[in-house]
């Protein structure tokens, strides 16, 4: 299987959680599209999603899935979202595409967080992949500089605004053998909005899809 395949083949195994009569939770990125594309043929047996980005609201409505705000839905019981890594204990790196706020908040909403990822997300350790930390604007030296101190690399990410927003510091040269201790130390840091670590909440269930199937990995 190509990587799309396998992000396919994740995707339509979270189907298996999704229940009628839900408002489910739906993330952002390529591989919540293909779920998106699955959830499209339930569309009638939910009561609809609460989107983590503009991008997914868009597709959710053209899939004609009813988007509920998340202050109308109250919990959710069900919420799938892909990672850009994530460790066997469940612990992510999210955000690659500028959403993790969102995605944090419907996240911490939801009582079942189900992770869909292919095979090459799959790391021992959390920080190959630049962490995003979004920022408000005017304390974007300010937070690089404390990111320096924590021992990484920030980089704004150019020409790129968030759906509240903000700016994204991606920090590159982190290994992160602790990530709830440095999502609770970055996110204390004055001007940050959230950090792409989500470790504190982690997933529920991690479905990781390789060339041998989909592999099911629990709290």
């Not at 609770?184 to 041998?212: M, P, S």
Request: proline letters at 4%; glycine letters at 12%; hydrophobic letters at 45%.
């Amino acid at each position: 299987m190509d990587a799309d395949s396998r992000k396919k083949a994740a995707a339509i195994a979270a189907l298996e959680y999704v229940e009628d009569g839900m408002v489910v939770g739906v993330g952002t990125g390529s591989t919540v599209n293909h779920f998106i594309a699955a959830l499209a043929g339930r569309r009638h047996r939910i009561a609809g999603a609460v989107s983590s980005s503009e991008a997914s609201t868009k597709l959710l409505r053209s899939a004609g899935i009813e988007v509920v705000a998340l202050n109308d839905a109250g919990d959710l019981p069900l919420y799938v979202d892909g990672a850009d890594e994530a460790t066997r204990h469940l612990a992510l790196i999210k955000g690659g595409g500028g959403a993790l706020t969102r995605e944090k908040i419907v996240a911490a909403a939801s009582r079942r967080f189900v992770c869909i990822v292919d095979d090459s997300k799959l790391v021992p350790v959390l920080g190959r992949f630049p962490l995003p930390v979004e920022v408000i604007p005017m304390a974007r030296s300010l937070v690089a500089r404390r990111l320096v101190g924590l021992g990484g690399q920030p980089v704004l990410r150019q020409g790129f605004i968030t759906d509240n927003g903000n700016e994204i510091l991606d920090v590159h040269n982190l290994k992160i053998p602790d990530p709830a201790a440095l999502e609770a130390q970055i996110g204390l840091l004055t001007g940050v909005v959230e950090v792409g670590l989500f470790a504190r909440r982690g997933a529920d269930i991690l479905l990781v899809a390789g060339d041998g199937g989909v592999q099911t990995l629990k709290r």
